[in-house]
């Protein structure tokens, strides 16, 4: 501040903006890498980072076989309906945490269609659980029965979807989708030719879910295929593409956009 006859005048200090770290050191303005994705307009940047995880595939798949063969030895009459209450506790205290686990990883992972099946699932055994545990040995149930039809119907579009890129998940998902359907006939009207199919077809189930089970845990420690899983398409672009397109549509998915 300065004065003289005229009176006071006042002298305007410099503003200093702060210099960006890029033009600092002299490179230019990160764009993103292997773990992360730059977004923004106007000078503005953001950073989405992605955190790796571990493959959640090959605990869903032998949780699913564990409760199938158990499941299906119930319907085949290899254990007896007295059996059903023990049976119960292990779909409730097993089978059905482990899906429900494995859904959420892959959720974290980014995959909603194997999240998605494996939530369905994991919901289904521990409601089957529940219904064993309270309901006589040996009763039907209309209400598991319809309850059993939707879920067939619900697992069958996620069939569809799967067997395109990825057989063996879709394969899965198609077989459990008739078992459910036999499943829920037979709750609604009885038959023990009905029930028997229904536990006959948890076989090639429990195949399958052994073998993909396997598959998956030899490819996470291996950190190569061993066992051929027939992925396809976008499946197969998953693990053999460049990964800077996997990630280029990351700010657009569902936790970073601001809707679902």
Do not use: C
């Amino acid at each position: 501040m300065s004065t003289d006859g005229a009176g006071p005048t006042r002298t305007e200090e410099p503003v200093t903006k702060p210099v960006p770290a890029h033009a600092r050191s002299g490179q230019p303005p990160e764009t993103g890498d292997s773990g992360s994705v730059g977004v923004g307009a106007a000078g503005d940047h953001l950073r989405i980072v992605l955190r790796p995880v571990a493959s959640s595939a090959p605990v869903a798949f032998y949780a699913f076989g564990a409760g199938t063969i158990l499941y299906s030895a119930l319907q085949l009459q290899w254990m007896s309906a007295q059996q059903s209450k023990p049976l119960a506790i292990i779909l409730l205290a097993f089978v059905g945490p482990l899906e429900i686990m494995a859904g959420l990883v892959a959720y974290a992972a980014r995959d909603a269609g194997v999240a998605t099946a494996m939530l369905i699932f994991g919901a289904v055994w521990i409601a089957l659980g529940l219904e064993l545990y309270t309901s006589p040995p040996g009763s039907r149930s209309t209400a598991v029965g319809m309850f059993m039809l939707t879920i067939a119907a619900a697992v069958l579009m996620i069939s569809t979807g799967a067997i395109v890129a990825r057989p063996l998940l879709g394969l899965l998902a198609l077989l459990a989708t008739a078992r459910f359907a036999l499943s829920g006939v037979y709750e609604l009207y009885g038959g023990v030719n009905i029930e028997h199919a229904s536990g006959w077809l948890g076989i090639p189930i429990i195949a399958i879910s052994l073998y993909g089970g396997t598959a998956f845990l030899l490819e996470e420690t291996m950190r190569k295929q061993i066992l051929p899983i027939g992925r396809r398409r976008g499946a197969a672009a998953a693990l053999e593409g460049d990964l800077s397109r996997q990630i280029e549509p990351v700010a657009r998915e569902a936790g970073v956009r601001h809707l679902l």
